[in-house]
């Protein structure tokens, strides 16, 4: 860990080598006492205490592993979003930004506006020319329901 630590690891964040340092120190510090400073007869390892070391050997290991396969792996360009192109799955999508504006459609004065050409403005929610199915009228009320078509008698 010590080793770990020292070496300048691409990859390898300030705060992980210091860790790597500390830890790695403490251990040396511990096993020197134990070989040389204690003077009890047996002492007990518990495995448990082997588990950070070898936690903090394989995070460092792993962390170095993929900084270097993410600085080796070719970049791929990044394509804007357009409205109507068709669908592509194997094209590469722009990163999702929320605070980008919707793409607005430019104002166009000489435009017909809704209302002025002189057809009748289909009811919001209506679908327009639908064959086969005979006008319905929309009365106001968001919450009036079509009229069934007229059977003729016989």
Do not use: C
């Not at 962390?63 to 970049?75: G, I």
């Not at 009748?120 to 679908?127: K, L, N, S, T, Y």
């Amino acid at each position: 860990m010590v080793v770990l630590g020292v070496l300048p690891l691409r990859g390898l964040k300030v705060g992980m080598r210091i860790l790597n340092l500390v830890i790695g120190l403490g251990f040396a510090g511990y096993a020197y006492y134990l070989a040389f400073v204690f003077e009890g007869g047996t002492y007990r390892i518990f495995f448990q205490a082997l588990i950070l070391p070898i936690a903090m050997i394989v995070t460092t290991v792993k962390a170095v592993v993929e900084r270097s396969n993410a600085k080796n792996a070719p970049q791929q360009p990044v394509t804007p979003y357009t409205p109507h192109a068709p669908y592509n799955p194997n094209a590469p999508q722009a990163p999702y930004n929320p605070n980008a504006a919707a793409p607005q459609a430019a104002f166009n004065p000489n435009a017909p506006q809704a209302g002025q050409s002189g057809q009748p403005v289909a009811p919001q929610g209506a679908v327009p020319n639908q064959p086969g199915a005979p006008a319905q009228p929309v009365a106001d009320n968001p919450y009036a329901q079509p009229q069934p078509p007229q059977q003729p008698a016989g």
